[in-house]
């Protein structure tokens, strides 16, 4: 049974990223995801360790290009995309993964500072896998965003 719904997730990644370019030129990342809580104990007044969840992150595209280039082993980030939960089952095993398909990945910044570079996109690299190569002037053809920022 599969399920797919949007979420949000923070957490720690746990393992270094996997960046791989396919023999179509399909940009994937991949990674394991540790998400923690701490609930706050009224009795001892302060947060106590809660379970840890364990997903696996992968994403595709630009966005695995950029989490190749952005994102490493202990980094505390926050994850949005698409749950997909699959039972599986061999002869000797079964078990169930727990995916994250990437949508939009970042820096808590609860927990430090990061400075944003934008990779701007060219049209020609939008329409092949890849499309992490710097445009040289301008936006990629399907920005919507105004000549002058208001900030």
């Known amino acids: 049974m ?36 701490r609930p706050f104990d009224a009795a001892t007044r302060s947060g106590v360790d809660g379970e840890t969840n364990w997903f696996t992150v992968v994403a595709f595209r630009h966005v695995a290009a950029n989490i190749a280039a952005s994102i490493e082993k202990g980094h505390r980030i926050l994850v949005t995309g698409r749950l997909k939960v699959r039972d599986w089952q061999t002869d000797e095993k079964k078990g169930t993964n727990v995916e994250i398909v990437a949508d939009a990945i970042g820096h808590d910044l609860a927990f430090g500072t990061s400075l944003f570079t934008r990779r701007l996109r060219t049209p020609a690299s939008d329409a092949g896998a890849g499309g992490s190569e710097p445009a040289e002037e301008g936006f990629p053809v399907d920005a919507q965003e105004p000549a002058a920022l208001p900030f």
């Open 2 to 37: 599969a399920t797919a719904d949007t979420l949000t997730v923070a957490g720690v990644v746990a393992t270094p990223v996997k960046h791989t370019v396919t023999s179509e030129g399909l940009d994937v990342s991949q990674f394991r995801l540790a998400s923690s809580s």
